[in-house]
């Protein structure tokens, strides 16, 4: 893959993970390039970030639109406009539809707050917490249209200690979010990471299922 990987970042909120990006690419020589910022909530501070940054930005409502095939449309539309080869999902707080997930199969990234395939969905360090674990984390994967449900590119691993509140745990892991989600998008922009028929693929051998493991 070129030098130019162009990327679209979708957010709904802080865009701590869009600021990990934004900040791996001036400093650490990812060649991933963040073409476009879009959010479907005006007031999200990740907005701020990208334009502090010199990166592009669009908002589209999605109270604007009759349901949720008609807004993926129009986001469909905004995203191809910017002609990325990956769309990088950073707290976006939307449910795709399947038509938008096969458009960009392959190309689309996630990074959710647990160790898949454990605690899909909400409030995912209260239910690390109530079941004891020892165990946290975080987890990038490709998008599929089984929510959290693609295959996994890297996960870093976490240790639960006895006094963890859930601020805590949850700030843990947002450190590791920022360290392995400009990490998996490197890897995509270097054309070392691919989704084919086998499943995630670094370096052109199959990850296992539990992605690329970093302990902490």
Same mark, same amino acid.
């Given at each position: 893959?070129? #030098?130019?990987?162009?990327?679209?970042?979708?957010?709904?909120?802080?865009?701590?993970?869009?600021?990990?990006?934004?900040?791996?690419?001036?400093?650490?020589?990812?060649?991933?390039?963040?073409?476009?910022?879009?959010?479907?909530?005006?007031?999200?501070?990740?907005?701020? =970030? $990208?334009?502090?940054?010199?990166?592009?930005?669009?908002?589209?409502?999605?109270?604007?639109?009759?349901?949720?095939?008609?807004?993926? #449309?129009?986001?469909?539309?905004?995203?191809?406009?910017?002609?990325?080869?990956?769309?990088?999902?950073?707290?976006?707080? =939307?449910?795709?539809?399947?038509?938008?997930?096969?458009?960009? $199969?392959?190309?689309? !990234?996630?990074?959710?707050?647990?160790?898949?395939?454990?605690?899909?969905?909400?409030?995912?360090?209260?239910?690390?917490?109530?079941?004891?674990?020892?165990?946290?984390?975080?987890?990038?994967?490709?998008?599929?249209?089984?929510?959290?449900?693609?295959? !996994?590119?890297?996960?870093?691993?976490?240790?639960?200690?006895?006094?963890?509140? !859930?601020?805590?745990?949850?700030?843990?892991?947002? =450190?590791?979010?920022?360290?392995?989600?400009?990490? #998996?998008?490197?890897?995509?922009?270097?054309?070392?990471?691919?989704?084919?028929?086998?499943?995630?693929?670094?370096?052109?051998?199959?990850?296992?299922?539990?992605?690329? !493991?970093?302990?902490?």
């Amino acid at each position: 893959m070129s #030098a130019q990987c162009n990327v679209v970042v979708l957010i709904s909120g802080s865009g701590s993970n869009l600021q990990a990006l934004i900040d791996s690419i001036a400093h650490d020589g990812n060649p991933a390039r963040v073409s476009a910022v879009i959010s479907n909530r005006a007031d999200a501070y990740g907005l701020e =970030r $990208a334009k502090q940054a010199g990166i592009a930005t669009a908002v589209l409502d999605h109270k604007q639109f009759e349901g949720r095939e008609a807004f993926d #449309a129009a986001l469909v539309e905004a995203i191809d406009a910017f002609e990325p080869q990956l769309v990088v999902l950073a707290g976006f707080m =939307r449910i795709l539809t399947p038509g938008f997930v096969r458009h960009y $199969a392959g190309r689309l !990234l996630n990074i959710h707050p647990s160790l898949l395939p454990k605690y899909k969905g909400l409030h995912t360090h209260q239910r690390a917490l109530e079941a004891g674990d020892s165990e946290h984390g975080c987890s990038v994967h490709f998008v599929t249209e089984e929510l959290d449900g693609g295959p !996994l590119v890297v996960q870093a691993v976490i240790p639960v200690r006895a006094n963890d509140t !859930l601020d805590s745990l949850a700030q843990q892991v947002h =450190r590791q979010e920022h360290v392995i989600y400009p990490l #998996a998008v490197r890897w995509f922009a270097e054309g070392r990471l691919r989704l084919d028929a086998q499943g995630a693929m670094l370096d052109g051998q199959p990850l296992p299922s539990s992605g690329h !493991l970093i302990r902490t």
